[in-house]
């Protein structure tokens, strides 16, 4: 984001919401690497696991889009393989 805001010399509208849109994928992937880490310590027995934990491999199981992914994501009906793959096409 530092490299982004630097190289931003005018802000347009298109690029302020550029860069919003940026940041807000920074929040949602880095949740979602968080989240998928912290399940994967607790299922390994590292930790315990905890009830968003729980919530989130209970969601994962039925192939829904976790609500702690939901909070900070864009808002979208589709299941959790059509929202990562729309997820990933957003990113690049």
Same mark, same amino acid.
């Given at each position: 984001?530092?490299?982004?805001?630097?190289?931003?010399?005018?802000?347009?509208?298109?690029?302020?919401?550029?860069?919003?849109?940026?940041?807000?994928?920074?929040?949602?992937?880095?949740?979602?690497?968080?989240?998928? &880490?912290?399940?994967?310590?607790? !299922? #390994?027995? *590292?930790?315990? +696991? &905890?009830?968003?934990?729980?919530? !989130? #491999?209970? *969601?994962?199981? +039925?192939?829904?889009?976790?609500?702690?992914? #939901?909070?900070?994501?864009?808002?979208?009906?589709?299941?959790?393989?059509?929202?990562?793959?729309?997820?990933?096409?957003?990113?690049?």
């Amino acid at each position: 984001m530092i490299e982004l805001n630097a190289r931003a010399k005018e802000r347009s509208p298109y690029v302020v919401v550029c860069l919003q849109e940026v940041e807000r994928m920074n929040l949602l992937t880095d949740t979602m690497r968080l989240s998928l &880490s912290d399940l994967d310590a607790g !299922l #390994a027995g *590292s930790v315990n +696991i &905890s009830e968003d934990m729980e919530k !989130l #491999a209970q *969601s994962l199981f +039925i192939n829904v889009v976790p609500a702690q992914w #939901a909070a900070v994501a864009y808002f979208s009906k589709k299941d959790l393989p059509n929202w990562f793959d729309d997820l990933l096409i957003r990113i690049k």
